[in-house]
């Protein structure tokens, strides 16, 4: 006998609202951060860089980021784990960017960066983010 379509399955979790936070901010950062490749891309193109292998490296460092931020986005936003400390570790750099730059003057780029940054790691360690976090790649929850 098959269950009732409004008894949800022991896999279906409601989406805490934390989570959808997180993961519309690690699409942000991912949005940003491939903009910042495009025009790095674009000054490329139009002037000679003093060290060509340094600024493709740099390019390819902010794909790879970017690229990387999607991915944990949508990996969180399902449920998996490990999730939760890709975003804080990302999280941390982007603190420890924002810092220097407060302290440097910066104030409106330091806040754009520290203010995500820390509504992030606030969320990450909320309870109904971190239980509905607990999924492993086989679908069981495990703390």
């Known amino acids: ?70 991915i944990v986005a949508h990996f969180l936003f399902r449920g998996y784990r490990w999730t939760r400390s890709a975003a804080l570790v990302f999280q941390f750099f982007v603190i420890v960017v924002a810092i220097p730059t407060l302290t440097g003057g910066i104030i409106w780029v330091g806040l754009l960066l520290l203010v995500p940054a820390v509504v992030v790691v606030h969320q990450l360690f909320t309870r109904p983010v971190a239980a509905y976090t607990s999924r492993t790649g086989d679908g069981t929850p495990m703390l």
């Open 1 to 70: 006998m098959s269950r009732p379509a409004s008894l949800p399955q022991s896999h279906e979790r409601a989406r805490p609202v934390g989570v959808v936070i997180i993961a519309a901010i690690l699409l942000c950062e991912a949005a940003v951060l491939l903009a910042v490749a495009g025009w790095f891309a674009f000054g490329l193109l139009t002037s000679t860089p003093t060290s060509l292998g340094g600024a493709v490296f740099m390019l390819v460092l902010l794909l790879l980021f970017a690229g990387w931020l999607l």
